[in-house]
């Protein structure tokens, strides 16, 4: 590993402006100012993991404060995300905000108040990446929660504060878990290692996962999936999710689902790739093959019966994060593989999606599908990146969501579960199939009477382009330091050989180029 302060930059950005907005009185005439220190926030955290990122794909580990802090391929792939998302959001916030500000939904105070937690918000998402002590990650990811829950309540309304109340309950118990597997880890390690500093990162646990109690090491990996698998949202701890993600102000909805989700699975997949090399990989996946299947049942059904647009997108985000952790399940470089190369598209899709719920709030002022018709005639640009951003999350090509989903039932067919992934294909359709109610009842549908046509302009139209062209770029081709990341994080994860990702376009073509030289391998030795 290599000693840098980068980690710690990476937070300095956020929580000073989280600081200083804070700090600063409450006016009117002082909303320029909370909007400056926010851009700063979101720019400098998306600059350093941009920075961090260059490092990791060179082939470095970097660690920081006595290797309290760590970042490699495996992590930086969530740090990316975080960079990436959080910025995109966070730009998209000024104009939401504004937006509700004009319209009375929130005053100067709470406007001041939401800056300045999206940004504390932002720095425990980004410390619980880094974390290598396995304490100091528990302590991130449960300040996640006590900082978004009162973004989720922000707008004071009876609904939203019930489902902050529910959001702080569930995971707050759920996360305590997580510590009594953290304390057992700890505790197990202390006996092996003998060294009480050390025995609490996470690269000592996996130096000395294969000495560790196999009996303890199953149950500290239990509790983990059960505390830190609240706040990943897997059924049936999922309970907090739909409320939370749909009371929510729509960017942070897009953080919620886009990233804090992604923050939780990294702790689960960091417990996994310790199990794995303490008792093998038989007992861990059957846990994540079970809680994947029925997470991707149960919110199929429930999606499609929601009328409410925040709400179906949060009953995706359960279903998605299902089939995460089915890739998991499945094993292998190939499905862990695909399995984190769905958290990337899942995160560009929902963000773009969940974004495109807060161009209808503020178009027609509510959130009931029933009563959001013809999008595409009253905002042409919010319904066209709506319609893409459904179309994607349906698993439509040449959209990112394809070429994750192809390779996580690619590798759960080539594992031996073919039934498991066609019981999990048909429970998807009918994803699709409300995704496509969506299109046509919402994007395509008569436009209401009276209906003041325009769409909501530049500031909040910019960030989703942009998702949009991150959706279309990983659906078209992964970029290749992306390729290697996610290379280089399954090896780290399964202690195998990394395997290449091939978009699935491109896998009968490498078919045909390896029987080519399979074919012509026994002329040339004749020659000889």
Known sequence: MVSSSLPLYALCGPLAASALIFATPARRALLPLYETLHVASIASA????????ADVVGGETLSAYHDWFMVDALGVIFLGLIGIVGFLTGAYSLSYIRHDLHAGALDVKRAKLYYALFSLFLAMML????????IMMWVAIEATTLGSAFLVGIYGKKSSLEAAWKYVIICTVGVAF????????????????????????????IEQAPHLDPTIVKLVFVFALIGFGTKVGLFPMHAWLP??????????????????????????????????????????????????????????????????????????????VGLMALGLGIGGPLGVGAALLHAINHSFAKALLFCGSGNVLMKYGVRDLGSVKGMLRSAPISGLLIMAGALALAGFPPFNVFVSEFLVFAAG???????????????????????IQIISG???????????????????LAPMVVLFG??????VAVPKPVAQLIQNASAIVTGAPSVALTAPWQIEAKAERSSAVAAAAPSQESQQ
């Open 46 to 53: 998306l600059a350093v993991a941009f920075k961090i990122a």
């Open 127 to 134: 410390l619980s990446v880094m974390a290598n002590n396995i």
């Open 178 to 205: 997580g510590l009594y597997g953290a304390v057992l880890a700890y505790a197990n390690s202390v006996a092996v290692a003998g060294d009480h500093h050390a025995a609490i990162l996470w690269t000592t646990l």
């Open 243 to 320: 409320d939370a993600h749909s009371e929510a102000p729509s960017p942070v909805s897009a953080l919620l689902s886009g990233v804090l989700l992604k923050c939780a699975l990294l702790a689960v997949i960091r417990y996994y790739a310790v199990t794995v090399r303490a008792v093998g990989p038989d007992f861990p996946q059957m846990l994540l093959l079970l809680l994947g299947g029925l997470s991707i049942a149960v919110a199929a059904m429930l999606f499609y019966v929601q009328q409410d647009l925040k709400r179906k997108l949060a009953y995706s985000s359960v279903e998605h």
């Open 413 to 435: 067919v080539k594992g031996g579960h073919i039934w498991l992934m066609v019981i999990c294909a048909l429970f998807f359709t009918v994803t699709v199939g409300g995704l």
């Open 442 to 460: 919402s994007v395509l549908g008569k436009c209401p009477e009276g209906l003041a046509k325009g769409d909501v302009g530049f500031a909040a």
């Open 470 to 475: 991150l959706v279309l770029a990983m659906g």
